[in-house]
């Protein structure tokens, strides 16, 4: 296969987790019964008229400060016309001349490098309603008419499908983190649309674009796009030409699949909405969303570095938002972050997926988590004294202390302690320190198990194995 340069651009429909649809006070739900939560707006209904919901405008400026945007103070709707049974108004409420964000960006790291995705526009939009094609049949869900979105369209500037898949990962974080969106692929609350060309040199025009229609995962918009590449580099080696197209991508084939052909260019005919009056956007209404934009996940990223949390237990704490969000409640606190972190990650998220509970329905409050993690920082508690207690420490309203007092855990955490019952051990068992220093393995445990055993497992393991060990090579 001859070498081409790639040329890819996304965009990408989010539903905003709002209350109510866009125009109508219906409920913004999923998974309900069919045609359940509709009303004569939503159905298209002559004579009805839309109210612009408050909270998708706030919505929206949130996701354009997060993406760098520009914000537009004065815009309009207007009306997409087509036909097609999803839309039963025959014309689809979106903003065409005056999106709400402009000119803005997401930065991802390609290869240890930085990179900016140039966001070219992002507009507020209603969604159509839900086709379910059976057989010759195709069957129409109204729950999904009027679900507010945000249409969010990159510049050609993408040149891989990791590129892409880097760029979808970031802009799911993002918009999750923030609020704006539960970004549900698998739901069709995030879907991706790539547009794909190749030619030969940088100078060349841009090759003939073939769109890739709503893919259903991220990993998915990567193959799919390294597919395209590859399906378009053959038709150019053999000096064909093919045009302009809209494919989808099959999960079965693994490959994607011709719809139609683009042989004339789509004529909407956008006119302003007439019956939503302009939007005003002040200062003021920036400066009130500004503030609910929360921690994001760069900036916890940093934060927990700077704390001495280890990449993969950030990337963990960061997949894992309430998780990250509970350990934000602790930052001012003087605690071991290392430990915590560790704990949240391991036994205790065993517990919770275990029960299926979120840690904020458990009885471990601020107060007995840092009282926890101080235990486990001055070993005063073991990994192993955890796994016994740890029910009893997320159920009961109980401290630290007294549980540990009724489950009678005394750990001998004091050096010279440990070093006497060494030492004790060392003298009694002359055979089995003659074979650790002909180098055999078995003889550290044996003597490490006869020191627990002298101290009826009450020493900390991990200082008694190190004492041990210094004992041992004197």
Do not use: W
């Amino acid at each position: 296969m001859s070498n081409y340069i790639p040329t890819i651009g996304i965009e990408v429909h989010c539903e905003l987790k709002t209350k109510t649809k866009i125009f109508s006070n219906s409920t913004n739900g999923y998974g309900q019964m069919a045609n359940s939560l509709t009303n004569v707006i939503d159905l298209g209904y002559p004579g009805t008229l839309p109210t612009l919901n408050q909270e998708v405008l706030s919505l929206a400026m949130k996701a354009a400060l997060i993406l760098n945007c520009k914000i537009r103070r004065k815009m309009h709707f207007d009306r997409k016309n087509y036909f097609y049974p999803d839309n039963p108004k025959n014309y689809q409420i979106t903003q065409a001349e005056t999106p709400i964000g402009y000119d803005g960006y997401v930065e991802i790291e390609v290869n240890g490098e930085k990179k900016k995705i140039e966001i070219e526009e992002m507009h507020i939009e209603e969604d159509t309603c839900k086709s379910t094609h059976r057989g010759e049949k195709t069957l129409l869900d109204f729950n999904r008419a009027g679900v507010p979105l945000i249409e969010i369209v990159t510049k050609p500037c993408m040149t891989s499908g990791e590129e892409a898949k880097l760029y979808l990962e970031k802009l799911k974080e993002l918009l999750f983190y923030s609020d704006v969106s539960d970004c549900k692929m698998e739901e069709g609350s995030m879907r991706a649309d790539a547009n794909v060309s190749i030619r030969k040199k940088e100078t060349d025009p841009y090759g003939t674009k073939a769109e890739i229609k709503n893919i259903g995962s991220i990993s998915n918009v990567k193959l799919s796009i390294e597919k395209e590449i590859e399906r378009q580099a053959k038709i150019y080696d053999n000096n064909e030409t093919f045009l302009p197209q809209t494919r989808r991508f099959d999960d079965k084939l693994n490959d994607t699949v011709l719809m139609r052909v683009k042989e004339t260019g789509n004529d909407y005919r956008y006119f302003p909405e007439p019956d939503i009056p302009y939007v005003i956007i002040t200062e003021e209404d920036i400066k009130e969303v500004q503030k609910t934009i929360p921690m994001l996940p760069d900036e916890r990223r940093e934060k927990y570095r700077s704390l001495g949390i280890g990449e993969k237990n950030i990337e963990s704490l960061i997949g894992n938002r309430s998780l990250s969000d509970y350990l934000n409640n602790l930052l001012d606190e003087n605690i071991d972050f290392k430990t915590a972190a560790n704990l949240l990650l391991g036994d205790i998220a065993a517990y919770l997926n275990k029960n299926e509970v979120e840690i904020t329905d458990t009885q471990l409050t601020k107060d007995r988590f840092i009282e926890l993690v101080t235990k486990m920082s001055d070993k005063t508690l073991t990994s192993k004294n955890l796994k016994d207690i740890l029910e009893t420490i997320m159920e009961s309203d109980k401290t630290i202390k007294e549980i540990v007092e009724e489950a009678g855990i005394k750990n001998i955490t004091d050096d010279k302690a440990i070093t006497t019952l060494v030492q004790k051990v060392i003298s009694e068992n002359k055979e089995s320190v003659e074979d650790y220093k002909a180098g055999k393995d078995r003889a550290i445990k044996y003597l490490m198990g006869q020191v627990m055993k002298e101290s009826k497992g009450s020493a900390n393991p991990e200082m008694a194995m190190n004492i041990l060990k210094e004992e041992l090579n004197k």
